[in-house]
């Protein structure tokens, strides 16, 4: 499901326009991307919960050398499915 689709079904389900829809969707993404700039774990029931994680320097290896290669610690987003949702996958 890509954009376009997401914001057709919302349209239908909510009985909306997809200019509403679509505005509603972006307001939405903006408000969960600014969250996650500023560190904040956003928890939706039934859905999941996104959270931010740092990840600490690492040693890998190039697969096609077999030479290490060092991997620079980062900030990583970090999901982690609901108990509805969990049930409904496994």
Same mark, same amino acid.
């Given at each position: 499901?890509?954009?376009?689709?997401?914001?057709?079904?919302? +349209?239908? %389900?909510?009985?909306? /326009?997809?200019?509403?829809?679509?505005?509603?969707?972006?307001?939405?993404? #903006?408000?969960?991307?600014? +969250? $996650?700039?500023? !560190?904040?774990?956003?928890?939706?029931? !039934?859905?999941? /919960?996104? %959270?931010? $994680?740092?990840? +600490?320097?690492?040693?890998? *290896?190039?697969?096609?050398? !077999?030479? #290490?290669?060092?991997?620079? /610690? *980062? *900030?990583?987003?970090?999901?982690?499915?609901? #108990?509805?949702?969990?049930? $409904?996958?496994?």
């Amino acid at each position: 499901m890509n954009k376009l689709d997401l914001v057709t079904t919302l +349209a239908q %389900s909510a009985n909306i /326009s997809k200019a509403d829809a679509e505005r509603g969707l972006v307001g939405l993404l #903006q408000t969960m991307r600014g +969250a $996650i700039e500023e !560190g904040e774990r956003i928890n939706l029931v !039934g859905f999941g /919960s996104f %959270s931010v $994680i740092d990840r +600490a320097p690492r040693v890998g *290896r190039n697969p096609k050398t !077999g030479e #290490q290669v060092r991997i620079p /610690s *980062r *900030r990583s987003v970090k999901f982690c499915p609901g #108990q509805a949702l969990k049930e $409904i996958i496994f």
